[in-house]
């Protein structure tokens, strides 16, 4: 307030002037963070607009409770009058003439923002509040950055280590971090008390060697070059992430892998492309928090299934048809990955629990990953690879999140342009016809043009040579089988020596 003495016609008059404060509109908000260990140098600028100009400006934004604050300045210099209470940071703008824009900016250490952390690999989360209508540029650098999943309505990139996102409203990011790790093609590998380091590198080396299969199923790729993966021994696994399950995605990008997986050698090749699939498909669901996954783990799924069959390993059939085969030593059978009476009953009492499903509900886990796969299957015979990538990329474009399963399935069957009912005909005679036709199926991997789901949408092609991957199969499979007889031969001589003794 201005107290303004002055002479009117001889008069001594007080008048009384009040500054003109305006609640300013947060337009866009810059925030760079500087990771060290254990906490992150911040800066932040704010600006400003009123469409009436205004002396100062005011201003109310939930802030994180851990965030010290070193100094907050404008256009004018240095601001004394702020305060944060109960995590809201209030601050009022110095006063000068009439603006109809400002810009503020904070400097300060955020501390707490990491979660959890693997074998080297940290998980940060990063929150910043924001009105729908304000653009929030984010940056992320100092300590290398590999993966990570943002809120809905957010595209981001990864390069040279560094993380930018940018979109509108609030921001949500779980990011990983790390100063350590190996690389092995295009996955950055963190591991402890790991016997025998070459199971990685032949796994890991051999699956980026297919990497090829994931974006051009999907028709979408993640805006960076490298992956990360935590290497955990079983029993570690089992109490950290779950007891049933050979790798998981968890979140930021961050892929968990069972030691004993990786011993499995080649097999463990589609497993590792089947949780890659889940860390592509995060941008794509970024908006889906209702929980549901059963698209995500479908797609995963038939990911893992092409690998596995450019791989000649075999894999069960789903709901129909045991089995059989021999090695020349041993008999195998392989039982269906779930029990066609059970599609039957689901199909048969009009049920919908496919709609909320995850792998959560371990009565129905089997069922649901043989379902989700038929799924994807089905889809892809019936409509074609094109199909699919065009809806990705629609599905890629939701804004807002979404928090129930039924809404999410709505939205993902329209956007398919199908209902959730694969392989469901009149009799059981025409299902199993349908279900045998899909355990055959051996789709052609397309040569895609990729979106790349990056803060730049641009489109490139991740090409391949399928003649060499085979090439690669048979010296694959001939190394083993020179492996296999000099172990035989070596064991002969041995047994021969023993007995001639």
Not at 67 to 73: C, K, T
Not at 147 to 161: P, R, W
Not at 326 to 338: A, F, L
Not at 446 to 468: C, H, R, T, Y
Request: proline fraction near 3%.
């Amino acid at each position: 307030m201005i107290l303004m003495l002055c002479k009117r016609f001889g008069t001594l008059l007080l008048l009384l002037f009040f500054l003109a404060p305006f609640y300013a509109q947060l337009l866009q908000i810059d925030c760079n963070l500087e990771l060290d260990e254990g906490f992150a140098k911040a800066s932040m600028v704010l600006y400003l607009h009123s469409e009436d100009p205004a002396n100062y400006f005011s201003l109310e934004m939930p802030m994180h409770q851990d965030f010290e604050i070193l100094n907050i300045s404008d256009s004018l210099g240095p601001i004394k009058d702020y305060s944060i209470n109960n995590g809201v940071l209030q601050i009022k703008t110095n006063s000068s003439a009439k603006r109809k824009e400002e810009v503020i900016k904070i400097n300060g250490l955020f501390s707490g923002l990491d979660k959890e952390s693997f074998a080297g690999a940290t998980i940060a989360e990063f929150s910043l509040a924001a009105e729908q209508g304000t653009r929030v540029n984010f940056h992320a650098s100092g300590i290398a950055l590999y993966g990570f999943d943002s809120s809905a309505g957010f595209k981001g990139t990864i390069k040279n280590g560094a993380l930018s996102l940018s979109g509108k409203g609030p921001l949500f990011a779980r990011f990983v971090y790390s100063s350590s790790g190996k690389r092995f093609g295009r996955f950055v590998v963190f591991a402890e008390d790991i016997e025998d380091e070459n199971n990685i590198k032949d796994a890991f080396e051999r699956a980026s060697e297919l990497y090829f299969i994931v974006p051009n199923i999907l028709g979408v790729e993640p805006a960076c070059t490298e992956f990360p993966v935590v290497v955990l021994k079983d029993e570690k696994y089992d109490e950290r992430i779950n007891n049933y399950s050979a790798g998981t995605y968890v979140t930021g990008g961050l892929i968990v892998l069972k030691d004993g997986t990786l011993k499995k050698k080649i097999a463990a090749v589609p497993i590792i492309l089947h949780e890659l699939t889940h860390s592509f498909n995060a941008k794509v669901f970024a908006w889906n928090s209702s929980g549901t996954s059963w698209l995500d783990e479908g797609l995963a799924k038939f990911v893992e299934y092409v690998a596995s069959k450019q791989l000649g390993i075999r894999v069960p059939n789903l709901f129909y048809g045991v089995q059989r085969y021999s090695d020349g030593r041993y008999e195998y059978t392989i039982e269906p990955s779930s029990d066609i009476n059970a599609l039957k009953h689901y199909y048969d009492s009009n049920s919908t629990f496919m709609a909320e499903w995850n792998t959560n509900y371990e009565s129905t886990r089997d069922f649901g990953y043989a379902f989700a796969e038929l799924f994807v299957r089905w889809y892809i015979a019936e409509n074609d690879f094109n199909a699919l990538h065009n809806s990705m990329r629609a599905l890629a474009e939701v804004k807002n999140n979404v928090y129930d399963s039924h809404e999410f399935t709505r939205i993902v069957l329209e956007k398919l342009n199908v209902k959730m009912e694969p392989c469901k005909m009149q009799s059981e005679a025409e299902m199993l016809s349908c279900i045998n036709t899909l355990n055959n199926f051996n789709p052609k991997i397309p040569q895609a043009s990729i979106l790349k789901l990056g803060l730049e949408s641009n489109e490139s092609m991740v090409p391949f040579d399928i003649w060499v991957v085979r090439r690669k199969n048979l010296q694959y499979k001939f190394e083993e089988l020179h492996a296999h007889l000099i172990a035989f031969l070596e064991k002969l001589i041995s047994t021969t020596e023993a007995l001639s003794k």
